[in-house]
């Protein structure tokens, strides 16, 4: 009988990559104002790319792989700000990728008539 060997660790990947199977959501290419909550700390930031999926966003922050973070931006279609919370994916030089919990049903509705006219 073979022996059974398995890592106790979880793969991170490279700084800048992202497998594309792992990727469900399309990506957007659109830059907006966000407020960014990391560590209890507010910072103001600009998203590279969105989907319904997470963002990218535009900063010298560098928060490491797993810490949450809350982010706030505004979209036509809807009169308040999206609030949504994600996990840090990865980073590069350039800023870093948040995967969201999850939007609501009204938020996933503005960004869908948002992402219409992209």
Known sequence: M???QSESHA???AA???PPSRRSDHRYDVHLDVDLTLEGQHYSSTTRTLSL???FIESQLRPAFNTRVRLCF???YRSEPIDVTGTV???DACGFG???DGLRAHAVW???KFFEQQ
Do not use: D, E, K, N
Request: charged content about 10%; glycine content about 20%; overall charge positive.
């Open 110 to 112: 503005a960004l869908g």
């Open 2 to 4: 073979g022996s059974y």
């Open 53 to 55: 999926g997470g963002a």
């Open 74 to 76: 505004a979209v036509p």
């Open 16 to 18: 800048g990559t992202l």
């Open 11 to 13: 793969r991170i990947p």
């Open 89 to 91: 994916r990865w980073s």
């Open 98 to 100: 948040v995967q969201f």
